[in-house]
Nanobody
Framework: QVQLVESGGGLVQPGGSLRLSCAAS????????MGWYRQAPGSQRELVTT???????DAAAAVKGRFTISRDSAKNTVYLQMNSLKPEDTAVYYC???????????WGQGTQVTVSS
């Protein structure tokens, strides 16, 4: 079982920055893939960015060059640094972990990010 706790959401003006955190209850090196997803009102949940246990990252085209995923293994925490935020980035952001041979999925509770002037 993996518990994920997100923090760091809030209200920010367009062009601003936020950093989200996702603290895992187990070593992040025991997790195959960690990632961030988001869901805007009336839309499906979509992948934002991922990081594998060996450090490879990937990101959706909409956020490449603006969002960066990173990790601190000592704190079992993954971060999402979001820069140059746009109103269309407004969504609930969820942390996700895929673990084990069956790639069992675990989700955090979500954190709201609102980009508005």
């Amino acid at each position: 079982q993996v518990q994920l706790v997100e923090s760091g959401g809030g209200l920010v003006q367009p062009g601003g920055s936020l950093r989200l955190s996702c603290a895992a209850s187990v070593s992040i090196f025991s997790i195959n893939v960690m990632g961030w997803y988001r869901q805007a009102p009336g839309s499906q949940r979509e992948l934002v960015t991922t990081i594998t246990s060996d450090g490879r990252t990937d990101a959706a085209a909409a956020v490449k060059g603006r969002f960066t995923i990173s990790r601190d293994s000592a704190k079992n925490t993954v971060y999402l640094q979001m820069n140059s935020l746009k109103p269309e980035d407004t969504a609930v952001y969820y942390c996700n972990a895929l673990r084990g041979a069956t790639m069992t999925a675990y989700w955090g509770q979500g954190t709201q990010v609102t980009v508005s002037s």
